[in-house]
């Protein structure tokens, strides 16, 4: 009779009961907005994403649409480029190779939201970095903005010209035992094979890729330079065809201590005559790729009087493979007077610093 019972007011027959699994019969209310729920490894990887393209630089393409760069782009010397960076305030760097020779086929014009670089009739010359950034600027100081830059690096591919032309047939490295030097024999077809040679004894230089590595934006580098890598070389590049040779490349290794100038100061005579021509000069010894300014303060400067200075640079092998640069300063009085006497002061500056030295000329 129960049995009867059930099926009479359910039209069902009766189930036994067992336990629901997981997420069985559940039911979702109709009206309720579920609000969906974003991953928080998804949102931190979002972010670092868009910090990585903060990247204001962008290429025109054929198409005439825009694409971001990537950190190399390779193209056939021949083609034309268009490069523009956002920003009202935009500045461009280039190989300086274009500033050289003030070419016509590069121009920049700065529009108002953005700067437009412009290649025309490229050349394997061109191959180099191109970047860009926004300053930012205080009435007339302006400082680079290092959030907002962008920067690729631009291969201008030719089968003819696998090394990067340069003006020069030869060219001086320094090796300096505090800092890496670098054999700069960059290529235009980042693909191709490229070997460092030795001139005497005549033989290829094995590259470790620790104490000498190799960057196709670069050349080579030797980390840790030493007298035993001093000496002529050249890089040897094939792709697809017969290789090609470098130019040469002479390696100097220098060891001068750091600091301002080491300077000496002498004159012709200590003691000139009346309508003698003295001689002041101004010595510096220093790093053969260190440049040297020098300044004077001589009897009756502020009066104008006339005297003659000449500064000139040479290069002088110390033995044992040191190379030393001698940068000179004379300063020359012609026809001596009494006004003419007294204290003759030398500075000589360089990114160091700057040393003061000086003699006395008196009248015979």
Request: charged residues 25%.
């Amino acid at each position: 009779w129960l049995l009867f019972l059930i099926l009479l007011v359910t039209g069902q027959p009766a189930k036994s009961k067992r336990p629901k699994e997981p997420g069985e019969n559940k039911i979702k209310p109709v009206n309720k907005k579920v609000k969906p729920k974003i991953p928080r490894m998804k949102e931190r990887e979002s972010a670092d994403s868009s910090l990585k393209s903060q990247s204001i630089l962008t290429q025109m393409t054929d198409e005439g649409h825009f694409q971001k760069l990537a950190a190399t782009l390779s193209l056939s010397a021949g083609q034309s480029i268009e490069l523009r960076c956002k920003g009202s305030n935009v500045t461009w760097n280039y190989p300086s190779y274009l500033d050289t020779f003030k070419d016509s086929r590069l121009s920049i014009k700065q529009l108002d939201r953005y700067s437009q670089l412009i290649l025309t009739n490229s050349t394997a010359a061109d191959t180099g970095e191109y970047s860009c950034w926004l300053q930012l600027c205080n009435g007339n100081k302006c400082r680079k903005d290092e959030t907002k830059t962008g920067s690729t690096y631009i291969f201008f591919t030719d089968k003819e010209e696998l090394f990067v032309p340069t003006p020069s047939y030869f060219d001086i490295v320094y090796l300096n035992p505090d800092k890496p030097a670098v054999i700069p024999c960059r290529v235009t077809t980042p693909s191709a094979k490229v070997t460092l040679h030795r001139e005497f004894p005549a033989e290829e230089i094995e590259i470790d890729g620790t104490d000498i590595t190799y960057d196709v934006k670069k050349g080579f580098v030797y980390q840790h330079p030493t007298s035993d890598h001093k000496g002529i070389v050249y890089c040897k590049a094939e792709s697809q065809g017969a290789p090609q040779i470098s130019i040469k490349y002479h390696l100097l290794y220098v060891e001068v201590p750091k600091g301002p100038p080491s300077t000496t100061i002498a004159a012709s005579s200590t003691r000139a005559e009346v309508g003698n021509s003295v001689h002041v000069s101004c010595t510096v010894l220093g790093e053969p790729d260190v440049d040297v300014n020098f300044r004077w303060q001589y009897p009756e400067q502020e009066s104008k009087r006339p005297v003659i200075i000449q500064n000139f640079w040479r290069l002088i092998n110390r033995g044992t493979g040191h190379t030393t640069r001698i940068s000179k300063s004379v300063l020359v009085v012609e026809d001596f007077e009494a006004r003419d006497a007294g204290n003759y002061v030398c500075i000589a500056q360089n990114l160091q610093g700057e040393t003061t030295v000086a003699t006395k000329v008196e009248l015979n």
